[in-house]
Structures are given as C-alpha cells and as structure tokens.
C-alpha cells in the first residue's frame, strides 16, 4: 500500500500543470486598443494643433537637434579631452592647408578660395555637425566636378581680346576677367547646393544614403579619381593646354598634354617626382607604423614649406618658368550676395553635387560613430553640410564636403570632439589673415603632387572588381560593355580629325 502510494506520489510530481489567465476582450476594446480607432476620435484641426503646439520641452528639443552642439559642450570633459582634442586639430589644420590650395586648382578658381573654402564650412560644422570625427571642407571629388561646371559656364574662350592697334599678335587671355567670372559661378552653385542639402534635410531625406551602394559610390571616386590624376598631368610636366569640360575630357587632356610633351619644363617635372616620391614614403611610414607614432608624418606641409623655401630661393618662376601659386591676398572677403542669374544652368549640377557630397559625408560619419560608440543624424547631416555651404557661399567659398585622408588623420591623433575641427580651421584663419603671402612662390607642381599622391587609396578600390565579379557578374558585365563603348568612341574622337576638340590657340598664363 504505501509503495503504491509512493508510486503515484511520484507520478503527480512529474506531472506539469500550467495555469493560463487571459483577459476577454470585446468588440469596443479591440476597436479602441487593437484597431487604434477611437469612437471620440479628433478632427483634423486638433490633430493639427495638437501637432503643432510649442512647448518649453518641444522647443528645447528643437534647439538641441538644430545645435547638436548644446548636447555635448556643456558637459565637455576637459580634463580628458582637450589635449587630444588639441594635437588632432593642428595635425588636421597642418593637412588642410596644402589641400585647401591644391583642391582650389581642381575646381578652376585661384588658390586662396580653397583656403576660404577650408574655414568658414569647418566652423559652421562644429555647430551644427553631430560627427565627431569627420572633417569637412575641400575634397577632391567635389572639387573636381564644380571645376567642370565652371569651365562650361566660363570658358577661355570667353575672355580673349584684340591686340592693341591692330597687330600681328595673337588674342591675349585676360586671366583676371575669367577667374573672377569662374569664382562667381563657383559661388552660385555653392549656394543653391547648400539650398538643397537643406530642404532635403528638413523634409527627412537623409534615408537616401541607403540607396547609395558601396560599388556606386566606391565605383564613381575611382573613376572620378582618373579624371583628378589626369587633370594634374598638365602641372606636374609644365605644359600649357586648355582645360577641357563634359564627356571624354580625360581623354582629351591626355591628348593635350602628350601632343605637347615636347615642352615639357624639366625643372617643373623634377619637382614633382621628387614631391610624389617623398609623399609616397612618408604616407608608407605613417601607415607602417601609426601605432608607434603619436602623430603622422606631415608630408603635405614638409612638401609646401620646403618646395616654397626652394622655389623663393632659387627664383623658380623667373629663372625656369616654373608656374607657381601667385598672389594671395590677406584677410578674409566682406560678404557678398552670389549671381542669381546663373542660377538656371546650375541646378542639374547642383543637385549632382549635393548628393555626392551628402554620400560622401554621411558614409564616412557612420563608419566612425559604429566604431567609436555614437550616433550621427543623417538629417541633421544633410542641415549642417546645407548650413555651411550656403552661408560660406556668401563668404566666396565653393562647395565642401569631408574628406577621407583628413579624417583619417582627425581620428587617428586622438581627435575626440568638433573641438579638433574648430582648431583646425582657426590654423587657416591665421594663414589667411597673417602669413597667406608666404606661400605665393610655392610651385603648382607640389600641389599636383599632394593631389595624386591623396588618391592613391581611390585607386586601390579597382581590386574590388573580383568580389564585384563573384556577387552579381550581370551588372559587372554590363558595366564593362558600357564603359568599353564610351573609350571607344573617345578614341574615335580623338584619332578623327573631325571630332577632335575645338583648339584653342591663345596666350596661357601661369593661373590657369
């Protein structure tokens, strides 16, 4: 009897029980909870009021999203932070000099416009940014398409002149006339970029970035960057030819530049390789040993103080002929409203540039917030890049955006806020107001350099090409038939006489 009892003591306890409550729900509880209807509901004009209704948190949380700033600084740790904050600024100040002058040849403007363009966009972001890492102004890519935009819109051939009397000479090129007229095209296109980043931004556009692929975007800087490089040819050899605009201008620069390479300036091209060859090692060393470095070498600023040093020196330009920056004038420009009348050329490019440049910005924010813990606001991106082209626009700058190398350098010295972004334009505030008539003798040729030397990590992208191969061979193929198409038709232009590009015979100055 009680090992029957054990037996079924046993059992019971090896027998589950669950116990399940659940509420019954009615039909006017599922319409009002589940359906989301209410029997009282709202009408329009109290949805609308109720939206729209302003309140002390409302606003407070307007003004911190449209100043990401207030968030952060109040309680800046400076202790921790601004050492770091402090050697990341001047390292990236020291690359964004060089780069400010060199990127301004990219989009056909003089150089101290780059320096311009490397201050006012960079202050404005440490105000409206939400990146800590990134650093904004001149970039290769964007400079390289407003250089095409204001090319087309202010050619050469727009500004000769009869020779006096009636000579023999030929139509003289009156530089002063054209570059004026290109910065103002610049200019415009500046600020309706800005227009636009900011309306798509208040309208919630940055989810647009997620349509940007990787291969688009990796795929348009590598062939952007073959049109940098071959842009460049033309100063690091010292030839004179015109600067070319619209499809197949690559191949009809490097048409130019060898059916003209019997002039060549050999003191030019010296320069060059010699300024190419020590950017390359001192770009191996810092990628080499950036864990045993504190800072990266500066070979951009060695390259300018020392190749200007020389230049002067040795009188390069009257002595050689070899071209050289010129004048920069001091201080800054007092604000200035843009042409509007250019305004309806300029809108297909602008919001060419204005994508790019978003793509640009907010891939690379994102990689560093994932790798250093934060967030980044891909609206509140598209304001802040909007903000600091169309207000600088006013100030005479061309479009920005960030720039890969300088980020690079931001992050890797230790950058930990905007704070490394604000110094850093105050480094080129001090060459602008102070000391810009120093680096008047630097040669064009250096600068050629430093933007070559820049690109080379956009060409490394062409090994993607096998993966591109392996994860959907369709679209590659039909990419390279594509692209197969359009050189052939180039070389067809460029060996036929008939499609060859209207030549321009006239009097070239140093600037151009």
């Not at 729209?52 to 407070?60: G, N, Y």
């Amino acid at each position: 009897m009680e090992e029957e009892e054990a037996a079924a003591g046993e059992e019971a306890e090896s027998t589950l029980m669950y116990r399940v409550e659940r509420p019954v729900y009615d039909e006017a509880f599922i319409r009002s909870t589940v359906l989301k209807r209410r029997e009282n509901s709202t009408t329009l004009r109290q949805r609308l009021a109720k939206h729209f209704r302003c309140s002390s948190k409302r606003a407070k949380a307007a003004v911190f999203s449209f100043l990401p700033i207030l968030t952060w600084l109040p309680s800046y740790p400076v202790k921790e932070y601004l050492f770091s904050d402090v050697v990341s600024g001047l390292s990236t100040g020291v690359v964004q000099l060089p780069q400010g002058l060199a990127y301004a040849m990219l989009a056909a403007v003089p150089p101290v416009y780059g320096l311009y363009s490397s201050f006012y966009p960079v202050l404005l972001y440490t105000f409206f940014g939400t990146s800590r890492h990134i650093s904004v102004g001149t970039f290769a890519v964007i400079s390289l398409m407003i250089g095409g935009v204001v090319v087309r819109e202010a050619p050469d051939s727009m500004f000769f002149f009869p020779p006096v009397n009636g000579s023999n000479m030929s139509a003289v090129l009156d530089v002063e006339a054209r570059d004026a007229r290109r910065v103002q095209v610049a200019v415009v296109l500046t600020t309706l970029v800005g227009i636009i980043q900011f309306v798509f931004g208040l309208l919630r556009f940055g989810f647009v970035a997620i349509y940007l692929t990787e291969p688009l975007v990796r795929g348009f800087t590598t062939a952007a960057a073959v049109h940098v490089v071959v842009s460049q040819l033309k100063y690091l050899l010292g030839v004179k030819t015109p600067r070319f605009s619209g499809p197949f201008s690559a191949l009809f620069s490097i048409q130019a530049v060898f059916s003209d390479i019997t002039s060549t300036n050999v003191s030019t091209l010296i320069l060059g390789l010699v300024c190419i060859v020590f950017l390359y090692v001192v770009k191996d060393l810092n990628e080499r040993f950036k864990k045993k470095l504190p800072i990266p070498i500066p070979g951009e600023i060695i390259v300018v103080i020392v190749s200007t040093g020389v230049s002067y020196g040795m009188s390069l330009s009257d002595v050689f002929s070899v071209d050289v920056v010129g004048k920069i004038p001091s201080g800054l420009l007092a604000p200035a409203a843009p042409d509007f009348s250019l305004l309806p050329n300029l809108v297909t490019d602008s919001f060419a540039v204005a994508i790019v440049g978003f793509s640009m910005g907010i891939s690379l924010a994102k990689i560093f917030a994932l790798k250093h813990g934060y967030k980044v606001d891909g609206n509140q991106e598209l304001i802040a890049l909007g903000l600091c082209n169309f207000i600088s626009s006013f100030f005479q700058t061309f479009a920005i955006t960030c720039s890969m190398s300088r980020s690079l350098v931001q992050e890797s010295t230790g950058g930990k806020t905007q704070i490394a972004g604000l110094l850093s334009s105050l480094m080129v505030l001090l060459v602008v107001v102070a000391i810009g008539f120093v680096f008047q003798p630097l040669p064009q040729t250096a600068l050629a350099a430093i933007i070559m030397v820049n690109l080379l990590g956009m060409f490394k992208q062409i090994r993607d090409i096998p993966a591109l191969w392996r994860n959907s061979r369709i679209e590659l193929v039909s990419l390279s038939i594509f692209l197969f198409e359009q050189l052939f038709q180039s070389f067809t232009n460029t060996v036929c006489p008939s499609c060859k590009p209207p030549s321009h015979k006239h009097t070239v100055f140093p600037n151009e």
